[in-house]
């Protein structure tokens, strides 16, 4: 009874939230006693499955001939291996929320979502997951034999474990009803929901004309950008960046509002963020009530010296 | 063509979140709530569509009597009817299965549900639904245009969007790009006096068991104060970036 974990690449690339899935698959797999197989849709090369290996993965199944955007090929492809084993390992992607439902529908299979720590037990598979957009913490409970548990992004570590692993190419060919044209993306874009740290900006910047300073910070910090709901509203920026309620979640290490209130919803989007940093010339803007660390003063003077201090700190 | 649009009940985003019965249940006294806004974007997106293409619009909740207010309003808007099941959704799988159960008795060619409800945040019933009827399913749909039986859609993938085709039946799992919050369909007058004598059919549940149980519920731990930091004095705060905080 093995641990599986579904792990997602782009362009022949896994994620940093696949990593996560694989250590928290093999955290899982110590527990039970067993080992950790992984699943991989489309083409990688066997340099970078084999990075799988480092994470903990014993064997990985690469389905080679099967796009994960089609969702109804995948299920069937991973569910012939499902089978013979007791919990499933998703990153709580937007694709892996197409396959992962479609899994436990499949093998009646339990699944949680949103999952921020290891399970508390196995048996039965008791684990704490996000809700009510992160203003609660849920303890939740799996009924069936098999488990399916989807990690939330930056909620758990890499774990490197320094091993290699075997690779199976399975070059099973469905396809769903589903016809994958093409993807249009940004190139070189950190990802917002991985980003480790977010600088994200909003309406107190006056004008797009003024995000060279974000775009500057964010680059100096290996950082994503995002911006508030207004800002996306009225084209600034593109709707991609808009983080709070009915845009991205963020749950980075260190989260900079810039010239951002604070509306609730925009906080429902960003409170799993570990350090949040609110620069605002309003000291009333209800960011500071959910920030750890905040200045009161104009963005236009305040950011451009945080760069300069960062650079003096790196040397 | 006939569209389904799946609806949840969701406590208003600005609601203290509290919980009764040693934190075992949502406390929902004073709560407002409200239709979930992942589902309001699918649904102006299917009166849209209804109104370019013709056909009927149904929306579909599975919740008690007290979801009724947010159903109506749904009506209000330009829902042609509505369907009740009746059971408080208490499980990813049982609520999808509800709702598949209707639709293989009540064929639909097109099955909008929000990405994921505001609550309870799993987003996991939309994909459950493609799944038991064996349909393709698009998820975090931010596109969609219908030609005759054929859809071409676009998802949100991080750092841009995919594109997909697909002939109808097809689930869709929907969000902000659907439309814009600007078109946001709201209620008139003239709506809500016709949303009450349009039908709404309560359905009883069947036995399903759950394949997952909510145990119990806690709080954040809460932040502490805010450390103000002065705004001539820029160094301390990327000091305490780097020493107290190790974030940089």
């Known amino acids: 009874m093995s641990v599986l974990v579904y792990t997602e690449s782009w362009d022949g690339n896994f994620r940093k939230s696949t990593f996560e899935a694989a250590s928290y698959a093999c955290e899982t797999a110590k527990i039970l006693g067993t080992e950790v197989i992984a699943i991989s849709l489309g083409e990688v090369s066997n340099d970078e499955l084999n990075k799988l290996g480092n994470y903990g993965v014993n064997k990985v199944v690469s389905f080679n001939a099967i796009d994960k955007g089609d969702s109804q090929s995948a299920t069937k492809a991973i569910a012939k291996i499902a089978n013979d084993s007791s919990v499933l390992i998703f990153s709580n992607t937007n694709t892996a929320k197409m396959i992962a439902p479609r899994l436990s529908a499949k093998l009646k299979a339990g699944i949680v979502s949103n999952v921020i720590t290891l399970s508390e037990s196995v048996s039965p598979l008791k684990v704490k997951r996000q809700a009510f957009s992160s203003k609660a913490i849920e303890l939740a409970t799996v009924n069936s034999s098999i488990a399916i548990l989807a990690i939330a992004p930056n909620s758990f570590k890499l774990i490197e474990t320094g091993g290699n692993c075997n690779i199976e190419q399975d070059s099973t060919n469905e396809k769903g009803a589903i016809n994958i044209i093409g993807k249009e993306t940004a190139s070189g874009k950190i990802s917002i929901s991985e980003a480790e740290i977010v600088v994200s900006a909003g309406r107190g910047l006056k004008g797009p004309e003024n995000w060279g300073m974000i775009e500057e910070l964010a680059e100096l910090l290996g950082a994503a950008t995002a911006c508030s709901k207004p800002v996306s509203d009225i084209g600034w920026r593109p709707h991609g960046e808009h983080v709070g309620q009915t845009g991205k979640a963020v749950a980075a290490d260190l989260y900079f509002a810039i010239g951002i209130s604070g509306a609730i919803q925009h906080l429902a989007g960003i409170n799993s963020s570990k350090v949040i940093v609110a620069i605002n010339t309003d000291p009333e803007a209800p960011f500071f009530k959910a920030a750890d660390y905040g200045i009161v003063g104009d963005a236009f003077e305040v950011v451009p010296k945080i760069i300069e201090e960062i650079k003096q700190l790196r040397g | ?248």
């Open chain 2, 1 to 248: 063509m006939n569209i389904v649009v799946c609806i949840s009940s969701v406590p208003d985003t600005t609601s203290k979140i509290n919980f009764t019965e040693n934190n075992t249940k949502f406390d929902s006294s004073g709560i407002q709530f409200v239709i979930n806004p992942n589902d309001e974007f699918g649904l102006t997106k299917a009166m849209v569509l209804k109104e370019t293409n013709g056909g009927t619009l149904k929306v579909i909740t599975v919740g008690d009597v007290s979801t009724e207010p947010i159903i109506r309003k749904t009506l209000a808007i330009g829902a042609d009817s509505a369907v009740r099941i009746n059971k408080t959704a208490t499980d990813s799988y049982t609520t999808a299965l509800e709702i598949a159960n209707y639709l293989k008795d009540n064929p639909a060619d097109l099955i909008i549900a929000g990405k994921e409800s505001l609550d309870y945040n799993g987003g996991a019933v939309p994909a459950m639904i493609a799944e038991m009827l064996d349909l393709p399913f698009v998820n975090a749909c931010n596109g969609l245009e219908i030609t005759g039986d054929t859809a071409k859609v676009s998802r949100e993938i991080d750092g841009g969007k995919e594109n997909l085709s697909a002939n109808l039946p097809l689930v869709i799992g929907g969000q902000k790009g659907l439309v814009e919050e600007s078109e946001l369909r709201i209620p008139n007058m003239r709506g809500i006096m016709q949303a009450r004598s349009k039908p709404l059919q309560v359905i009883e549940a069947s036995s399903a068991e759950d394949l997952t149980t909510s145990i119990s519920f806690e709080k954040p731990i809460e932040k502490g104060a805010c450390k103000l930091v002065d705004a001539d004095n820029v160094s301390e705060l990327v000091n305490l970036l780097h020493n107290e905080a190790k974030v940089i």
